[in-house]
């Protein structure tokens, strides 16, 4: 009687191969994605270094939690650091025209005085 018998009862068959389905969901649309995969998630929140944020109409908002200042209180001060940069730049700008007319004027002036000082010289002659 042999130790080992030809056919090994330990070792099962291996099992068919399955058929592959597609696991991408780009082909579906809305509703049926809604179907698939549930309910709708609501925003996206981030929670990072205790602070957390929402996905809102393309853009990240911090919500208002300990120590943070509301997104409204920030997009105002942007609001108005961009008013008063626009100001600024106007401002400049008038001085940088009211700096060329004195120097044109102040140009004209000393040409008059030069003029005058040659024809008062001239008729001294």
Sequence with gaps: MPLFPLGNKFSPKKTPPRRA????????DATQAKQEFGLDTGPVK????????????????????????????????????QLLQEENNLL????????????????ISHY???ELKQLKTGKKR
């Design 112 to 114: 008059h005085e030069n």
């Design 46 to 81: 981030i929670r990072l270094g205790g602070q957390e944020v929402t996905f809102q109409d393309g853009m990240w908002v911090q919500d208002a939690g300990p120590g943070a200042s509301s997104h409204k209180e920030v997009m105002k001060l942007r609001r108005d650091n």
């Design 21 to 28: 389905q597609s696991l991408s969901n780009l082909h579906l």
């Design 92 to 107: 400049k700008l008038k001085l940088d025209m009211l700096l060329d007319m004195l120097a044109e004027t102040s140009a």
